[in-house]
């Protein structure tokens, strides 16, 4: 499921770069005036700068500590309601997407209608908003029926490619710095808070303490189905976004720099990606079961991979800095030079 979504995620923000690179490049060249709504579109992407990058392990931190001290039926029930709104959002942003694709629904996905605070709204997605809120509310209502976690993880689902679609890591540079402090902050928060607090702060949060609950809603699971004892196999979002937003990023670069599944970076971002959830799980299974930080795995095989290739393919400084080909300008004209 992880490595599913991810891959559905990364196109549709390639997809997405690339259609408002091609915008971009034809109002350029017609010398329009619309490319002030280009610049609008380009404001809906939050690019992840270095200070926020850094600021993650702090923010997170802080916020997971928050989880483990305030841990009870009642706050739960908070994060489920926040995880429905999410959930909401994400289920109808993608469903508006998709249905957009076809022709029956095309018409509705680009006429709009305004809303005091909210804007312009789609009919498209005001006619699937009832369903998304509906799908929600079922789902929290049921949410302890053993078929609830195939609603969880659609929800789930549908958030996390929506947060990767609006979220981007702009360059090489900001991801290794954002995948290192998520590297450490697993490690501490799953091995060494156990020195500080005589527990695992990490998998308490994620098992739901002594609220009564089964864990928090922010995970995607599914049950083993062979194992005698039961239960599900989990993954925190945390492990799929983060990630997910160097693996976005790489296909991004494929598509603007016209290279193919061979020649690209995003084959080789997804196979370590896989490989280092496979060896996570792995070495779950080796500890008996005892909870092992993901990203101790993933980041040093997404991050060595891509320094690795980027180097060897002599693209790395471009990668690094830039993030994106270089492409000229298409409102300049250069003039073939001619022998005297």
Known sequence: MAVGTILCASYWSAWSAREASIEQDRLFKDGSDDYVNMEEMRSSIVNINMLSAFMFVVVASGFLVMLYKLMSYWFIEVLVVLFC?????????????????????????????????????SYLTLALSPFCMAFAVFWAVHRRMS???????????????????????????????????????DIFWVFVSKKWFNESVMIVVARGGKSGEDGIPMLLKIPRMFDPWGGYSVIGFGDIILPGLLVAFSK?????AKKNLQT?????????YGLGLLITYVALNMMDGHGQPALLY??????GTFL??????????TLWTRGEPERPCPHVQLQPSQSQ
């Open 252 to 256: 991004r670069y494929d598509w603007l």
């Open 298 to 303: 993933i980041v040093p095989f997404i991050l």
């Open 147 to 185: 078929y609830a976690w195939i609603g969880q993880n659609i929800l789930g689902i549908a958030l996390i490619t929506t947060v990767l679609q609006i979220v981007h890591v702009p360059n090489l540079k900001v991801g290794t710095v954002l995948l290192s402090c998520a590297f450490l902050y």
């Open 264 to 272: 690209g970076y995003f084959l080789w971002a997804m196979s370590a």
């Open 85 to 121: 709104i999410g959930g909401i959002e994400g289920l109808q942003t993608c469903l508006v997407a998709f249905l957009s694709c076809f022709r029956w629904f095309q018409h509705a996905g680009e006429s709009y209608v305004k809303f005091p605070f909210f804007g312009a709204v």
């Open 308 to 317: 690795t290739v980027g180097k060897k393919r002599g693209d790395l400084k």
